[in-house]
């Protein structure tokens, strides 16, 4: 079955250092993969998405991420990160060619940011 | 209005109320989704729907009834819910059944 995992639920990071979130999935296929961002009472934002080509993805806000299959990882990195980027984080794989298949979801990392 | 909206924003009921919960997407997308997202608990899919026809229902209690009338509508009718049900209430639209979801800001619903 497929899975998510993101092991940081809370990570603090300071102003204008760099981030990296952790995602692993478990799925048999190349999957579709995918970051979201929530901000508190709001719905969630697509960041960026791989399906297939370059494993180094770029995103809105400056967010990247890369995937690697020997590791099944897809973590989001930003080389300098800004107040504003205090969210919840969400992981997400898809699978390809399953009629009502939707995503699924890690439990999300929770990112603070000091100044 | 752009992207997908979902009203009322904030709803609180009774357990004996009966109510709806309305998404529109603006997106001219073919499917639809319900998700609850509940403290400390990953999001979970209540309901997909491809082309205004149900595709998926993850064993969710019958007090939670969907209803799609065409692609652009989706709604989420309540009846007897219990606190426990308390939670946000997302909707979300996608092209097709796989790719990426586009996400309404979500319905606050608070149970009593």
């Known amino acids: 079955a497929q899975s998510v995992t993101q092991p940081d639920i809370h990570i603090t990071v300071s102003e204008g250092a760099s981030l990296e979130l952790r995602c692993n999935y478990s799925?048999?296929?190349?999957?579709?993969l995918f970051w979201y961002v929530q901000s508190p009472g709001q719905g969630l934002q697509l960041l960026l998405k791989?399906?297939?080509?370059?494993?180094l993805v770029q995103g809105i806000k400056g967010f990247e991420a890369e995937f690697k299959r020997s590791q099944s990882s897809f973590n989001l990195r930003k080389p300098s990160v800004h107040w504003s980027d205090a969210a919840e984080y969400f992981c997400?794989?898809?699978?390809?060619?399953?009629?009502?298949?939707?995503?699924?979801f890690g439990k999300g990392t929770t990112l603070s940011v000091s100044s | 209005e752009t992207g997908v909206t979902q009203t009322p924003r904030h709803l609180v009921m009774g357990m004996t109320n009966k109510k709806s919960l309305k998404c529109e997407q603006h997106?001219?997308?073919?499917?639809m989704y319900w998700y609850k997202q509940s403290a400390k608990k990953p999001l979970e899919l209540m309901f997909v729907?491809?082309?205004?026809?149900?595709?998926e229902n993850n064993s969710v209690p019958s007090r939670f009834s969907p209803e799609c009338p065409n692609s652009s509508h989706l709604f989420l009718h309540l009846h007897t819910l219990q606190p426990e049900d308390s939670a946000l209430y997302l909707c979300?639209?996608?092209?097709?059944?796989?790719?990426?979801?586009?996400f309404g800001p979500g319905t606050r619903l608070t149970v009593t």
């Open positions: 799925y048999g296929a190349t999957p579709y």
């Open positions: 997400a794989v898809g699978a390809e060619n399953q009629a009502g298949t939707a995503l699924i």
């Open positions: 791989y399906f297939s080509g370059d494993t």
């Open positions: 997106l001219g997308h073919n499917a």
């Open positions: 729907y491809s082309l205004e026809e149900r595709v």
């Open positions: 979300a639209s996608s092209p097709g059944l796989t790719g990426e979801q586009y």
